[in-house]
């Protein structure tokens, strides 16, 4: 019945038996409706059942039980013109039995409330396991980025101390390379004022190599390696041009297919 109810679009507030209308107290012990009856008898028995049936149901004869029934009266029984419309007239006083109850029950607000709270976490909650998906997305990237820089910075550091040099903290042994300079504070300013002119040509060009640099006396001596000697040259001619360097050129040798030069870089006087 809730079902073709529910079908329809309609939700019963209370849903009562027939017979709870019935009986001592009531304006009738026994409603018929063609071959359905329902009863309710001064000895306790309620229910409904086929009209045949009735007699032997609510163990009384029909005679001793106040009738009414659809369509015309007679023989002790009251006529009514319809079923619903009677049952409709009847008052209830509030001890009718409902049954409207556990599975039964009509939905209540507060529940249907709890189901849009539930959809609501579950929302965020998959709303938080997508930002923990970026994040470790993000980590991971991250972590991509950073094996590429360190191998990027072993090539460069391998390239300055060569080859047999152990790589256990770049940043320690760089700063350790300083201290060995020079023990003076204004001639590591020094140094790295003449490294900071002359580190952009030499990132110019991917073919000239550093291969390692020295500091005594006043001056800054490089060792880079070239493709061959005219670009060895280039680059001397390019420092040149900076009018606070002067450039000289020291030793040079030719290994394998590289040319390699030394350059003495030091501050022009006046």
């Known amino acids: 019945m809730l079902v073709r109810l529910r079908g329809l679009g309609l939700q019963p507030d209370h849903l009562l038996p027939e017979a709870a209308l019935l009986g001592p107290g009531r304006a009738a012990d026994a409603l018929i409706d063609g071959a359905h009856a329902s009863f ?3 000895a306790g028995l309620a229910g409904c059942c086929e009209t045949d049936l009735l007699e032997l149901l609510a163990g009384a004869a029909p005679a001793s039980l106040r009738r009414v029934a659809v369509g015309a009266g007679g023989d002790g029984v009251e006529g009514i013109d319809s079923a619903l ?56 990237r991250l972590g991509a980025r950073e094996a590429v820089l360190l191998g990027e910075l072993e090539s460069r550091f391998r390239e300055v101390f060569g080859a047999e040099a152990r790589m256990v903290d770049p940043a320690v042994q760089l700063r350790g390379e300083w201290q060995r300079l020079s023990s003076g504070g204004g001639e590591r300013v020094e140094v790295l004022a003449l490294l900071k002119r002359v580190a952009p040509l030499l990132a110019s060009d991917s073919r000239l190599v550093l291969r390692g640099f020295i500091y005594a006396d006043g001056a800054l001596e490089l060792t880079v390696s070239a493709p061959d000697a005219a670009r060895f040259e280039g680059l001397r001619e390019q420092i040149l041009l900076d009018p606070a360097i002067a450039v000289e050129v020291g030793s040079t040798q030719i290994e394998g297919d590289r040319f390699t030069g030394r350059l003495r870089l030091a501050r022009r006087a006046g």
């Open 85 to 140: 419309r009677w049952i409709s007239l009847q008052g209830l006083r509030g001890d009718e039995p409902e049954l409207l109850q556990g599975a039964y029950s009509r939905p209540q607000r507060s529940r249907a409330g709890g189901g849009w709270w539930r959809i609501a976490a579950g929302l965020l909650a998959a709303a938080l396991l997508l930002q923990v998906a970026l994040a470790a997305f993000d980590v991971h």
């Open 40 to 42: 309710a008898s001064a």
